[in-house]
Each structure stands twice: as C-alpha cells, then as structure tokens.
C-alpha cells in the first residue's frame, strides 16, 4: 500500500532511527524528531492492553494526522499492536496523539522511528495474534522491517526477537510491550519476524516492510 503527496527524488538508502519510547497510555511525549527534512516519515508503533476495541481510530505525529498502517488485537480486550505512519517534515520534537482504546491501568506503550530517504509511505504489512507473533515477509534491498509485539501472563513475560533488532521492551504487571526494527541492504526472501513471548496468553504483533 502506498499514502501519502509526491515527494522529492531519492538521493540515498533508507535511513531507520529509533526515537525513543513512552510508557501509560498510547498519547505520549515530547519525542526529539531529529532536524527536519522534506522526506522524513515518522513511525509511531504501539503496545497496549485493553477491555474493549483494540483499533487505533485516529493518530497524529507532530500534529500531523497519521494512516494506520496495520492493527492487531482480540477483540473485545486483552493485547493489542498497532503502527502508524506520517510524513512530518518540519518540527524538531513534538507528541504522538492516539484515540480509540480503552487503556487498561496504563498498560501501553509508544515506540517512535523515523525513517529518511523515501519517495512514500510505501508498505507491506502483517498483523498476528499468536502467542509468539510472526510474520513471514518477502523483503527487498533497501527495506526497513519494524515490528511490534504484546503480550500478557502469568509473569511479565520476556520477549526475544529473531528477524529484527530488539530497540526497547516495556513491562508492567503481567504485560510486556516491545519493538524492534532492521535495515536489510541485499533482499532477504520469506524472511520471517519473531517475537518470542514466554508464558504468554492474549498476544498480538504488528509488522511494516518500508520500501522506497
């Protein structure tokens, strides 16, 4: 799928950069931006528990309204993934705002990438709610893969991912939140995207694969 207004031609490779992360609810910040560019697409991914719906209805970065990529969750309740997307070139810092979910006890967090040298926001995604969410993806040179993962059990479960990189994991009282991301120069076919959960019950993930 591809959103967004024409942009300027592409000059390099895919530049990926985590962002940072939030914790109690799935609006949050300031996040430093990074210095503004005409091409720079920011990413928010979220982790969350809730009693009722698990769709994001609404998002915006930086004040900018945001296309929900992908959502994954049980519904009505327990965990629930999602990713969104905008391009937002101005602005050094600014929040990601979301409505839709209920959150439970604050259990949620933000995950924020941006993502430099695109002609779009042009994405093939995935969404799971296997205990050990996954994805199996077709990925070309110069993609970014970001997922994002939740789950809940008996303890706060400790999540290992294979496919990606690990950036940061959340817990709070018998839920894990986590995301992870990787630039892959040469092509990588039905590359598959793991996020490990031990003792997990009620998980969901969400993946993006960003093309130029």
């Known amino acids: 799928m591809s959103f967004g207004a024409p942009f300027p031609a592409a000059k390099s490779a895919l530049e990926v950069t985590f962002l940072g ?13 990074g210095p503004p560019d005409a091409r720079r697409i920011l990413i928010a991914c979220f982790g969350f528990q809730t009693g009722g719906s698990p769709t994001i209805s609404a998002c915006s970065i930086g004040g900018v309204a945001a296309t929900n990529l992908v959502n994954s969750g049980l519904s009505p309740g327990s965990r629930a993934a999602a990713i969104c997307a905008a391009l937002v070139p101005t602005g050094l810092s600014g929040n990601v705002v979301a409505s839709g979910p209920t959150i439970t006890s604050g259990r949620a967090a933000i995950y924020l990438y941006s993502l430099l040298n695109t002609t779009g926001i042009h994405t093939d995604v995935a969404s799971s709610t296997a205990n050990n969410p996954s994805a199996t993806k077709n990925i070309g040179a110069n993609n970014v893969a970001i997922g994002v993962a939740a789950a809940g059990g008996a303890s706060s479960p400790s999540p290992s991912w294979s496919g990606l990189i690990e950036d940061a994991a959340d817990s709070f009282s018998l839920q894990t939140f986590t995301s992870a991301s990787e630039f892959f120069a040469n092509a990588a076919a039905a590359h598959a995207m793991t996020c490990a959960m031990a003792g997990t019950a009620g998980s969901a993930g969400a993946f993006a694969v960003f093309s130029r």
């Open 21 to 33: 992360h939030t914790t109690g609810n799935i609006s949050g910040g300031p996040f430093n931006f």
